[in-house]
Structure formats: C-alpha cells, structure tokens
C-alpha cells in the first residue's frame, strides 16, 4: 500500500488550537492525511483533533515532542507513505505555507525546512532563544556546507528516503534539530531551506522557556560533539518502534 | 617497598572495639532489611545480591581489622575509619553511575513501548472502522429485510 502526502502534527495541551490548525491544512486542498500524535494530553486534544478530520495516535503517557515525531514517523512508515509534512499544534506554521515544502520535496529535496528568517519577518522571541538559535544555525552551516538559518524549526517535509532514515532508534527524543539536520547530512541526504511565514504562538507552553533554554544548548553541543563518535543504537527488533511485530 | 607498607601498616591506628561492633551492626541491618523487603516484594533478588555482599565485606573488614589496616596504609590513610568512608563513598557512586545506566536503559525501552502501544491502538482503530465501513452495506440490507420476515411472522 503506497499512499502520498502525511501531514504529522505533535501536540501536547492544545485542545484550543490543534482544531483549527487540522482545518486549516485540511484546507490547503493537497490531499493530505492528518496525523495527530496527541503526547499524553490531559486535555481535550485527541478528540478536537479527530473532530476537526484528523487520524489521532494517542501516546498513553507523555514522552516528549521527539518521541512524538518519531511516533508520527513511524506511523507514516508502517502505512508506506511517499512524503511526509511536520507542523506543530500551536498555531506557529502558517498551513499556508505547506504548498512551498511539496514543492521543494517534488524539486528532489529530501529533508526540507521551512525558515521563519529566510522570510525576512519572524516573529520576535527572547534574547536567549535567538542567540541558541544563530549558534546552532552557525554550525548547521559550517557541517553541512550549505545555509542554513533555522535549523531548531518544527515545519518540515521528508522524502521517503528520509523517513527511512528517521525512523531508527536513534531519533533524539527530545529537541531533535540540529543533530538530525547534521545527521540527514551525513546520511548523504538533500538538504533545502524554503522561507515561511511563522506566527506568534497562539497558546499554551514552548519547550525552549526558562531553564530549559540552557538544557537544550548543553545537550545539542553534547549530542553534536558524540556524533562522529558515538556508537548507533542497537536495533534488537523487540525495540523497534517502526518494524510491524 | 614491602618495607615501607609494613611500616605503614605500624602506623594506622587499629579498629577500636566499639568502631567494629556498630560495623557488625550495620552489617547485619542491611542484612535484615534487605531479606524484610525481598519478603514484602518490593526488591527484586536481582538488585538484593550487591547489598548482601556488601555487608558480607563491611563484616569481613570489622572482623578481620589487618585487612582494614593495609588497605589504609595502602591508601595513605592514618585511620580505618576514613578507609572504610572513602570505600563506601566510592561504592555508592558506582552504585549511583550503574543505576543510572539502568535507568537509561529502562526509559528507552518505557519510550518505545509506549510508542508501539500509541500505534497499535491506531492501527486497531483503523480496522474497526474499516470493518465498519464493510459491514454497513450488510446492515443495510438485512434492516430492509426485517420489516419482510415481520410481515411473514405476523401471517
């Protein structure tokens, strides 16, 4: 069974907001399956998100927006989608914006990221996020020998060549962005950058606030300083997320 | 060098009495509670056998004070009391990095179970619906049916 276009979108807490985001991608006229993975919620979120025309995954416990990725990937995997669309719940993506990561997909790309800086009108966020952001973009660059401007960006497409890729084990269960992007690199993956448009966030809680800004950074210099060394997950098969048992 | 040890050895002050029996009776309470838990259920054997043998060897050094007594002239300590300290400080931290290494494990393995149950639950919602979708022509047909076979058992 080959099917086309999945549209996996994490969420966690946003019964106020997955409803119209659904709608609104639905709307975009690309004949898109909608994937909400809804992270343990204990709000309404599975239910809004099934009401507004989505296929929901419930995780049964909260596991962290990687997990939730990869979880989404996964299922795109099992049910042999071509290509796959990430967007996050919290009214950020502008699905408006959808069309232009197909179209680099269809252009050969395989890992596409759309950038809120490309676009030249981001919106505005804290002093320590945009420095975490730029020194991340400055050594997404440098690794992967082309531009990159927002490498921590959830709105994304993947070729099924990426999804490939994605699917093991070692996916990062939490902050995935950079590390992937350079790990896309070394799997001999096309990368590509589109501008978006990005918008404030309607709601609810960012995973980059507080403390957790100084986290994120340890850990991505940690993760990206082990990458050329570190040994890869081992795949035991009862582990495997994304081989049908 | 055997020389300097044995002189070393001169120099540590010996276990005092009362420092080897609370290192008995700590011995023996990790014992106790050790067996009390695993009766309760709440410690698996696997996890039981590294507490037992550490009060085996608390007991071993309490009892046999030269061992104690080398091992602090081997480390450069005056007293055994710190020996047995710095051992035990040693010891939990390993304890520490190797729980923690089994936690790691643990979380990856809880992660991808939930995943999988998260998936499945999808999967078997699909086939229901599926299924559903199948069964409605079915259904369909046999509610069309039923006011007939009615008529037929009122007759």
């Known amino acids: 069974m080959s099917k086309t276009t999945a549209l996996i979108i994490p969420a966690y807490r946003e019964a106020e907001r997955v409803g119209a985001v659904v709608r609104s991608a639905l709307a975009q006229g690309l ?64 699905p ?13 790309a395989d890992v596409v990221l759309g950038s809120r800086y490309l676009a030249g009108d981001a919106p505005p966020t804290s002093f320590a996020k945009r420095t975490a952001t730029k020194m991340f973009a400055s050594i997404a660059s440098r690794w992967t020998g082309m531009r990159i401007t927002d490498p921590t960006s959830g709105f994304q497409g993947l070729s099924r060549r990426a999804l490939e890729c994605v699917v093991n084990d070692g996916f990062p269960e939490d902050y995935p ?36 800004i100084a986290y994120y950074g340890y850990k991505m210099l940690l993760t990206l300083m082990l990458l050329p060394i570190r040994r890869p997950t081992p795949l035991r098969a009862r582990d495997t997320v994304a081989r049908w048992s | 060098m055997i020389a300097d040890l044995a002189h070393a050895v001169a120099d540590v002050a010996p276990l005092l009495d009362r420092q080897r029996y609370v290192a008995l009776g700590v011995a023996a309470a990790v014992v106790v509670v050790v067996f009390e838990l695993m009766r309760r259920r709440k410690l698996r054997e696997e996890y039981s056998w590294v507490w037992v043998a550490t009060a085996a060897f608390v007991a071993v050094l309490a ?29 939990l931290l390993a304890l520490a990095l190797q729980f923690s290494v089994r936690l790691s494990r643990l979380t990856h393995r809880h992660r991808t179970l939930g995943q999988r149950v998260a998936l499945l639950e999808a999967e078997i919602q699909r086939l229901r619906e599926q299924d559903a979708g199948e069964r409605a022509p079915e259904r369909r047909a046999g509610e069309r049916a039923t006011p007939n076979r009615a008529r037929d058992i009122v007759a």
């Open chain 2, 63 to 91: 009892l046999e004070g030269n061992v104690l007594t080398a091992i602090s002239a081997f480390v450069g300590s005056s007293s055994p009391v710190w020996t047995l300290f710095f051992g035990a400080m040693v010891f």
């Open chain 1, 96 to 108: 408006a914006m959808l069309p232009r990561l197909v179209d680099a997909l269809d252009r050969g």
């Open chain 1, 177 to 212: 962005d950079t590390d992937v992007l350079v790990q896309h690199h070394r799997a001999g993956l096309k990368l590509a950058e589109v501008p978006v448009r990005m918008h404030i966030r309607q709601g609810g809680l960012s995973m980059h606030r507080g403390a957790r």
């Open chain 1, 31 to 94: 004949g898109l399956d909608v994937i909400v993975v809804d992270d343990g919620s204990p709000d309404e979120t599975a239910q809004a998100a099934r009401a507004a025309g989505a296929t929901v995954i419930s995780h049964p416990y909260n596991l962290g927006y990687g997990c939730a990725l990869h979880t989404g990937y996964c299922h795109a995997w099992r049910q042999g989608y071509e290509r796959l669309l990430q967007m996050d719940a919290d009214g950020q993506h502008d």
